[in-house]
């Protein structure tokens, strides 16, 4: 089964930084993409970042643009997240997750 273990996470001073780690098992890594989500304390969940399953496409929510990296190493089945200038908003429970995707439905706007 899918098994994601995050690590690296702790307490950072306001411009510090971090480096998120998770290791993933169960599945065939290489072939999929993977994203970081988060959960600010009394918040909803917010997606961060997401990167294809060969580093070609990678993503990023407009509040931490150019202050995060997100990488992988496919042959350690690992997933990165290197956060730089650490603002208190910042603050969260992060989670790494496999994306998955549905058949798709067409949606057509037309007169």
């Known amino acids: 089964q899918v098994q994601l273990v995050e690590s690296g996470g702790g307490l950072a001073q306001p411009g510090g930084s971090l480096r998120l780690s998770c290791a993933a098992s169960?599945?065939?890594?290489?072939?999929?993409?993977m994203s970081w989500a988060r959960q600010a304390p009394g918040k909803g969940l917010e997606w961060v970042s997401g990167i294809s399953n060969d580093s070609s496409d990678i993503y990023y929510i407009d509040s931490v643009k150019g202050r995060f990296t997100v990488s992988r190493d496919n042959a350690k089945n690992t997933l990165y997240l290197q956060m730089n200038s650490l603002k208190p908003e910042d603050t969260a429970l992060y989670y790494c997750f496999v994306p998955t995707w549905g058949q798709g439905t067409q949606v057509t706007v037309s007169s």
């Open positions: 169960g599945f065939t890594f290489s072939s999929h993409a």
